[in-house]
C-alpha cells in the first residue's frame, strides 16, 4: 500500500506562496482598511460609530472604551493621547504586529504554526481585561479612563 502524507494542504512545498498567504492578506488588508476608517473618520465627533453598549447600558467603561479615539490617535502620531484613550489596546498593539508578522514569515516559509495559546494565556488576557475595566472606573484610578 502507498504512504499517505498528512500534512496540510498549505505545508506542502507544491502549494504556491500565493495561496500559503491568502489568509494573512486577507487579514492584513481587512485591518489596514479598519485603521485607514478609523484614521479618516474621527470617533472623537458623535454619529460615525455606534456607542459601547456597556457604557450606555451602565455607565462603566469597558476595557475596549476608547479603543476607536486611541486608534486614531495613533494613526495620527499622537501616542500621548492614544495612552488617555485607551491604555490596553496601545499596549496591544505592538503584540498584534509581532503576531501578525511571525504569522505571514511561517506561511512564507511554508512552516505550520508554532504556538496555539492553551487556556493559560486565553484567561489571564481575559483577566487583564477584567482588571483593566474595575480599575478604570474607580475614582483613583481615573487616568485610564477614556
Known amino acids: 500500500m502507498g504512504s499517505v502524507s498528512t500534512s496540510p ?6 502549494t504556491g506562496t500565493a495561496a500559503r498567504l491568502l489568509g494573512p492578506a486577507t487579514a492584513g488588508t481587512a485591518g489596514l482598511a479598519a485603521v485607514v476608517l478609523i484614521a479618516l473618520v474621527n470617533p472623537e ?11 450606555a447600558l451602565t455607565g462603566l467603561y469597558c476595557p475596549g472604551c476608547g479603543g476607536l479615539r486611541a486608534v486614531h490617535a495613533l494613526a495620527h502620531g499622537d501616542p500621548g493621547l492614544a495612552l488617555h484613550r485607551n491604555l490596553l489596546v496601545v499596549l496591544a498593539v505592538p503584540f498584534m504586529i509581532w503576531a501578525y508578522v511571525a ?3 511561517r506561511r512564507v516559509l511554508g512552516r505550520r504554526p508554532r504556538y496555539v495559546p492553551g487556556p493559560a494565556p486565553v484567561l489571564a488576557v481575559v483577566a487583564l481585561g477584567v482588571v483593566f475595566a474595575v480599575l478604570r472606573n ?4 481615573g487616568w485610564l479612563a477614556p
Open 103 to 105: 504569522w505571514v514569515r
Open 45 to 55: 465627533h458623535p454619529g460615525h460609530y455606534p456607542v459601547c453598549p456597556t457604557y
Open 9 to 14: 494542504r498549505w505545508r506542502s512545498r507544491s
Open 138 to 141: 474607580l475614582p483613583a484610578f
